[in-house]
């Protein structure tokens, strides 16, 4: 069974400043999807970001870009430029390439919670 | 295009009742599923379904049944609600077996149990 990990339960940037989110997981398939979605307040799950296994450049959105090490099963989340409205819950989330069997089920991190100071 | 919508959005029961969370969804998507999330754990699957008529047990799908007899809906049920089920549960959908495939949210449904 695949497990995703993120080992900071909470983080603090300062507006406009640049932070990283830590994301590690764990699987025997060499195919697969990772995600960071955002929650913010309102509870409403968000795609942020998505990368796919078998690339190897790292997905890019706007202010927000990953770190992707396949070999140490690592999957980082930077936020560049931090606006008082990225504040919110981050999730870090596999999905295996297996669709069919699987429903492409999601496994999700426990979170990390972001703060933004002005 | 509504997306993902959940009804109720709050609910209040007690121990031993029953009910029935719905999640409608306009998107033609094949694939549907419901988590659960609590305090310090993220999301977890109780339950999906790959089409209509099919449903399958995800990660923690005791005490909850679910049907799926139409394509846009997936219900949940809880014959006799716990207060270990306490939660907010979140319906999904996703285009199926793209590899753009992605999955959207419903707004959650807040659910208390006394």
């Known amino acids: 069974a695949q497990t995703v990990t993120q080992s900071q339960p909470e983080m603090s940037v300062q507006e406009a400043e640049t932070v990283t989110l830590s994301c590690t997981y764990d699987?025997?398939?060499?195919?697969?999807?990772l995600f960071w979605y955002k929650q913010p307040p309102s509870r409403q799950m968000i795609l942020v970001i998505r990368?796919?296994?078998?690339?190897?450049q790292n997905a890019t959105e706007n202010r927000f870009s990953v770190n992707f090490q396949k070999a140490a099963k690592s999957f980082s989340l930077k936020i560049s430029d931090s606006q008082l409205g990225d504040a919110a819950m981050y999730f870090c989330?596999?999905?295996?390439?297996?669709?069919?069997?699987?429903?492409?089920?999601?496994?999700f991190g426990e979170g990390t919670q972001l703060t933004v100071n002005p | 295009n509504a997306g993902v919508t959940q009804t109720p959005k709050f609910r209040v029961l007690k121990t031993g009742q029953s009910m029935t969370l719905l999640c409608a969804q306009d998107?033609?998507?094949?694939?549907m599923y419901w988590y659960r999330q609590d305090p310090g754990m993220g999301l977890r699957l109780i339950h999906y379904?790959?089409?209509?008529?099919?449903?399958a047990k995800g990660e923690v799908p005791d005490g909850y049944n679910v049907s799926r007899l139409k394509k846009q809906n997936f219900l949940l049920g809880l014959e006799s609600a716990a207060p270990s089920q306490t939660s907010v549960y979140f319906c999904?959908?996703?285009?199926?077996?793209?590899?753009?495939?992605?999955?959207?949210f419903g707004p959650g449904t807040r659910l208390l149990v006394l």
């Open positions: 990368q796919e296994a078998y690339k190897q």
């Open positions: 998107m033609n998507h094949e694939y």
């Open positions: 999904a959908s996703s285009n199926q077996g793209t590899y753009q495939e992605t999955q959207y």
């Open positions: 379904s790959v089409g209509e008529g099919t449903t």
């Open positions: 699987t025997s398939e060499s195919d697969y999807y």
């Open positions: 989330a596999y999905r295996s390439a297996k669709g069919e069997t699987s429903g492409s089920r999601l496994t």
